[in-house]
């Protein structure tokens, strides 16, 4: 496994690897995204900066790729104006035509994508995937969050909910520590673990 921590998200948008070239591809699949579920544009965003961060480190046509805490459509974030964390990225990575698997504590069973709806404290969470058969796995603002810091309040539907969620997030070092190993188990040898990070390595 190569672990790869993001500390801005979007710093790719700046690099050198983002050449025009990439800025179409991504911005094709953002369009098609869009089409099918609606036009949104955090949604638009998460997909561009989500999938460039995929494609610096390989083509994921035909490939496995595991998004981990991919987004629901349920989560008390979402509302029809905001739809932030809907599962965006693997929604993308379906449409490019990589066999995304999405895993997320909240329903994805209306996704075309493999969604699989669990929770990621479980140590044996990533039990259903065979030893080394993923290609790359990410994690987009799982190990932190915006009710974590304060600014996702105005998302948040109900105290309840946000306090769930704060107890989920704040356990983001743990939540770490949980998924290491089993995703050493299931990466192919060198594959990457992308993961956007408060600092957790
Ligand atoms: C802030 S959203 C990010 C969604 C998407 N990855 C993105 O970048 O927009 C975090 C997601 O992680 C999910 N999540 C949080 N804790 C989880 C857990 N313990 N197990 C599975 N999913 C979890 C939430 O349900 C939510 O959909």
């Not at 995204?33 to 035909?62: H, N, W």
Request: aromatic share 10%; charged share 20%; hydrophobic share 40%.
């Amino acid at each position: 496994m190569n672990l790869v921590p993001i500390e801005n998200k979007n710093a790719i948008l700046e690099d050198p690897f983002f050449t025009q070239e990439v800025e179409g591809v991504v911005k094709n699949i953002a369009g098609k995204v869009a089409t099918k579920y609606g036009e949104d544009l955090c949604g638009s965003y998460l997909v561009i900066s989500g999938l460039a961060q995929i494609l610096k480190f390989m083509d994921p046509r035909g490939k496995t790729v595991l998004d981990l805490g991919c987004g629901t459509i349920n989560s008390f974030y979402n509302n029809s104006e905001f739809r932030t964390f809907e599962p965006w990225l693997a929604r993308a990575l379906h449409e490019y035509g990589a066999n995304a698997v999405g895993v997320d504590l909240g329903s994805l069973s209306s996704e075309e994508f493999r969604g699989y709806s669990l929770d990621l404290r479980d140590p044996k969470a990533l039990d259903f995937l065979a030893d080394g058969s993923v290609d790359a796995a990410c994690a987009f603002s799982l190990f932190d969050s915006p009710t974590a810091n304060g600014t996702g309040y105005k998302m948040a539907q109900s105290q309840k909910g946000r306090e769930y969620m704060d107890e989920l997030m704040t356990g983001g070092p743990t939540l770490f520590q949980t998924l290491v190993p089993q995703l050493k188990r299931v990466l192919k040898p060198g594959a990457p673990f992308i993961y956007e990070s408060l600092g957790i390595r």
